[in-house]
């Protein structure tokens, strides 16, 4: 286990209302009056909340390249064309792979000696097409499409 499994993760939170400054019998309160309250640090509640430890959070990494030009056919009429190609790694704990039953093996994946990433094959030939176009109607109106 990493140390920063033992840490503990919080995050405080306080909150003002409009009923702390708003006069008895006067007007409904109002944003100005919230404010107000947090100005003179009063506020309406109060807490923490303890957030995950790293044990329980997952990562994951995304890499892309994008490739485009440009062809200006007309003054008037420009086409834009291109493609992208992703990458996203197999999500995983700060220690291990992340967990997946395989219900056909009842095994735990990422755990007990099993693959952290399940065995999944990821398709590498994620490539999404880009196209646009730009018409000039005048020299201040410009229709896009993509």
């Not at 920063?4 to 909150?15: A, D, K, L, P």
Request: glycine residues 10%.
């Amino acid at each position: 286990m990493s140390s920063h499994s033992t840490r503990r993760h919080f995050e405080r939170h306080f909150g003002s209302s409009q009923g702390t400054t708003q006069l008895s019998g006067g007007p409904g309160g109002n944003d100005y009056n919230a404010f107000a309250a947090f100005l003179l640090g009063l506020p309406a509640n109060a807490g923490k909340v303890i957030l995950f430890p790293p044990a329980y959070r997952f990562y994951s990494s995304i890499f892309a390249i994008y490739i485009r030009d440009q062809w200006q056919a007309i003054r008037k009429l420009t086409l834009t064309y291109g493609t992208r190609w992703e990458s996203y790694s197999f999500p995983a704990r700060g220690d291990r792979g992340l967990e997946y039953l395989d219900a056909q093996t009842n095994q735990m994946c990422g755990m007990a000696g099993n693959p952290t990433d399940c065995g999944i094959a990821k398709d590498k030939r994620r490539f999404a097409p880009r196209a646009g176009i730009a018409y000039r109607l005048t020299d201040s109106t410009v229709i896009r499409a993509g």
